[in-house]
């Protein structure tokens, strides 16, 4: 039964950082891809880094160079570090799993993951 639980997420000035943890039960020990998702009031949602087994990882064009995402397999934790934020990257942030190897990219491929998290608000202003 896999579980995700997000946190971490608040208010942040432009320029300013957070970071984001998924607390991930269930995935111990195989090769799930990890992502983060995000979606904007209005929007749909978008793609923004994904993580495979081996520690590869993709980004989204929008948060290439500012955001990075990790993981700690031996605590089972998947992590966004997001730098210099911007007003457009408010959103609702969200934690996603797949048994699957990781999408090429992380555009359009919400649908190929199976198992989400309940979400965590970043505000930009």
């Known amino acids: 039964h896999v579980q995700l639980v997000e946190s971490g997420g608040g208010s942040v000035q432009v320029g300013g950082s957070l970071r984001l943890s998924c607390e991930a039960s269930?995935?111990?020990?195989?090769?799930?891809?990890m992502a983060w998702f995000r979606q904007a009031p209005g929007k749909e949602r978008e793609g923004v880094a994904s993580?495979?087994?081996?520690?590869?990882?993709t980004y989204g064009d929008s948060v290439k160079g500012r955001f990075t995402i990790s993981k700690d397999s031996a605590k089972n934790i998947l992590h966004l570090q997001m730098n210099s934020l911007r007003i457009e990257d408010t959103a609702m942030y969200y934690c996603a799993a797949t048994p699957f190897v990781c999408p090429t990219s992380v555009r359009g491929v919400a649908s190929d993951f199976g198992y989400w998290g309940q979400g965590t608000q970043v505000t930009v202003s």
């Open positions: 269930g995935v111990t020990g195989s090769s799930y891809c």
């Open positions: 993580i495979d087994s081996d520690d590869n990882a």
